[in-house]
């Protein structure tokens, strides 16, 4: 295994724990206002869901510095880094994630992108509610798919 490849094997799976621990700050703070009536628990679970998006897109970029040493520039680099992630660079390495996981990850870039832009009493809680019911699932699938793009890392010389 190359040292870059043991680096970022390393650096996926204590992200992926991180990951773990934020969902289940983000549905516990769902679960709050329902019992509490205190709605000041869904700028907590705006922040965690934009803290979820917001870690898996420092594990892609360290991965487009790193193994495919282009990092995507311009406005709309967010996407294009999500998109990168989703092909295969040929002789080099395999898509990191999958088309239908990229769909998904997509909704959650966007919420990110919103948090970032607008007061937090101005957020929709029907799309928290939509992002929260796909978030353990989404966290399931990101999982699979970057241990598995890991264990490529720690089989490459």
Request: charged fraction near 30%; aromatic fraction near 8%; charge should be negative.
């Amino acid at each position: 295994m190359s040292k870059i490849g043991a680096v970022l094997s390393g650096r996926i799976r204590d992200e992926l724990s991180e990951l773990a621990m934020v969902v289940d700050r983000a549905e516990q703070g769902w679960r709050r206002p329902k019992t509490q009536r205190d709605d000041f628990y869904l700028d907590g679970v705006a922040l965690n869901l934009h803290g979820f998006y917001s870690g898996l897109e420092h594990v892609f970029e360290k991965i487009a510095s790193l193994v495919d040493e282009s990092i995507a520039t311009g406005a709309n680099w967010h996407q294009e880094l999500l998109r990168q992630m989703n092909i295969e660079v040929p002789g080099v390495r395999p898509a990191v994630i999958s088309a239908e996981l990229r769909t998904g990850l997509e909704e959650y870039r966007g919420f990110r992108h919103i948090v970032c832009n607008v007061y937090t009493y101005q957020l929709n809680p029907e799309k928290l509610e939509r992002l929260i019911a796909m978030l353990r699932e989404t966290l399931s699938r990101t999982e699979r798919e970057l241990l598995a793009f890991a264990k490529f890392l720690e089989s490459t010389e």
